[in-house]
């Protein structure tokens, strides 16, 4: 094989090797979309799985983080650990989590749950809750409301711990005239 040739043929292997590592890339951080926002949203009521009920009115003084999501979605499923995980070292600063699937089958979403240790609060979906949040029909698709009930930012596609923390921990710290 002479030198041109191995160029080549080297090329190839660097060009296969690039797409195999923008494929990993994709797998584990595909592309999300953040968009800021700042807007109202009204009182919305829930029931978790659980049967406890709330409203959005009754998570002020919190940073939530409103997902959605349905256990056939691949990228859904793989951010869920990171999410439970910053549920967990977040909880007890002021962050909430309202997971919304948007299947039918309450008992298959239970049992998902359940079956991955997640601890964080979920939901199913009903019209009214969908269309608060813009008709959502891409998933996943989350929301980050701040303490007072506004929303502040839409992300359209996966989220991971360090989306997270840079979306989440500047709404947690307290601002000036900042009302609980």
């Known amino acids: 094989m002479n030198f041109t040739q191995r160029i080549k043929n080297f090329k190839g292997k660097v ?24 807007e109202p949203l009204p009182n919305l009521p829930f029931t978790t799985l659980d049967g406890r009920m709330g409203t959005l009115e ?26 439970q ?28 749950l359940r079956g991955q240790g997640y601890t964080f609060p979920a939901l199913m979906a009903n019209a009214e809750q969908r269309r608060a949040f813009g008709d959502v029909s891409r998933l996943p698709t989350s929301f980050i409301i701040d303490k ?11 989220v991971h711990y360090g989306r997270l923390q840079n979306l989440v921990e ?9 009302r609980k």
């Open 170 to 178: 500047p709404l947690l710290s307290p601002i000036p005239g900042d």
């Open 58 to 83: 009754g998570l002020r003084g919190k940073v939530v983080l409103v997902n959605f999501w349905a256990t056939w979605c691949p990228y859904c499923r793989h951010e869920m650990p990171a999410m």
């Open 85 to 112: 995980d910053f549920y967990k070292d977040y909880q007890g600063k002021g962050f909430e989590v309202l997971a919304f699937s948007v299947e039918d089958d309450p008992a298959k979403v239970e049992s998902f």
């Open 15 to 38: 060009v296969i090797l690039a797409l195999a590592g923008l494929v990993a890339f994709m797998w584990f951080r595909p592309l999300a979309f953040v968009s800021d926002l700042n």
């Open 148 to 158: 007072n009930g506004r929303l502040r930012h839409k992300i359209s596609g996966q």
